[in-house]
């Protein structure tokens, strides 16, 4: 996945309260103001930026049901990464 893909995703659709640049690796996106249907808004535009499908499992569900916060992930830098 390309960082910058992502962070791009970030800024149009999560709807947070920092600027998608500014985020650490890592960070915990609910935290910075991403709601669960924003969640859902970030997830679509992602399959649909990587042309491919989360599983369901992956889908975000409300915080509680949740067993971790969605973070930024760290972006691999090899051409496996994305295909």
Do not use: W
């Not at 390309?2 to 998608?20: C, F, M, P």
């Not at 930026?49 to 973070?71: C, I, L, N």
């Amino acid at each position: 996945m390309s960082e910058q893909t992502i962070r791009k995703v970030l800024g149009d659709h999560a709807r947070l309260s920092v600027d998608a640049a500014s985020i650490a690796v890592g960070a915990d996106l609910y935290e910075l103001g991403l709601t669960s249907h924003a969640s859902v808004n970030v997830m679509l535009a992602l399959e649909d930026s990587f042309d491919t499908e989360f599983p369901g499992a992956a889908h975000p569900r409300q915080p509680a049901e949740r067993p971790g916060a969605p973070r930024l992930p760290a972006c691999r830098r090899d051409a496996r990464a994305h295909r």
